[in-house]
């Protein structure tokens, strides 16, 4: 799979979990792919959840494995003022 067709399937898989997190207030961007490691930056209610860790590794996580198994972890990248 090409770096464009990995990134094309992480970006499905946050398009499957964003309405959960818009639910609560909350939403998801892509930062970045690198090394098989994927960035997001969480917005609105999501950066200050008490349950944003386990949201992002149960849930964000977990679906894209799903659609890009080759993805090792996904982690969040706070935004910088």
């Keep these: 799979m090409t770096a464009e067709e990995i990134k094309k399937n992480v970006e499905k898989a946050l ?17 970045g792919i690198e090394n098989n490691i994927v960035k997001v930056q969480l917005l609105g209610a999501c950066v200050d959840c008490s349950v944003n860790q386990m949201t992002l590794t149960n849930g964000v996580e977990a679906t ?5 198994p080759q993805i090792e972890k996904v982690i969040e990248i706070s935004k910088k003022h």
Aim: hydrophobic content about 40%; proline content about 5%.
């Design 15 to 31: 398009e499957e979990i964003r309405p959960f997190l818009v639910t609560d207030g909350g939403d998801i961007t892509l930062v």
């Design 64 to 68: 894209i494995k799903r659609y890009a």
